[in-house]
């Protein structure tokens, strides 16, 4: 999904603060409580994330449809990376008002990943 991007603190699994840039919606990700969330910091001095890293990733389903996808979690010790499958979400919808309601539920995770040269 296309949009507003935005430069944020991704911490690797070194603990190593990082810049990465990601769409908006992934920054705000959140449910209807507002008790899941990225939690997330704009970016300012930090280096990007080296070559050939894979960012950690977690999935969605969208409960009405059945499509799946998924948004980068910035952080490890972040509740939406801990948060049980099955775990009500707010996705945004391509040409739709903003979710007010849980419309998808969280599916598994992607570990980063990376090469060691």
Known sequence: ??????RAVYT??????R??????????VTD????LTQAGTPATT????????????RYY???????EGS????????????AADGTGIEIPL???AAPVANNATLRGTTGERHRTA
């Open 46 to 57: 930090q280096p990007g994330l080296p070559k050939g890293y894979r960012r950690r990733r």
């Open 12 to 17: 690797d699994d070194q603990g190593t603060a």
């Open 61 to 67: 389903v969208i409960t009405a449809t059945g499509k």
């Open 71 to 82: 948004f980068t979690v910035l952080d490890s010790a972040s509740n939406l990376w801990t």
């Open 32 to 35: 209807s409580t507002a008790t």
């Open 1 to 6: 999904m296309s949009g507003t991007t935005i």
């Open 94 to 96: 391509f040409g739709a």
């Open 19 to 28: 810049a990465v840039r990601l769409p908006l919606w992934e920054y705000n």
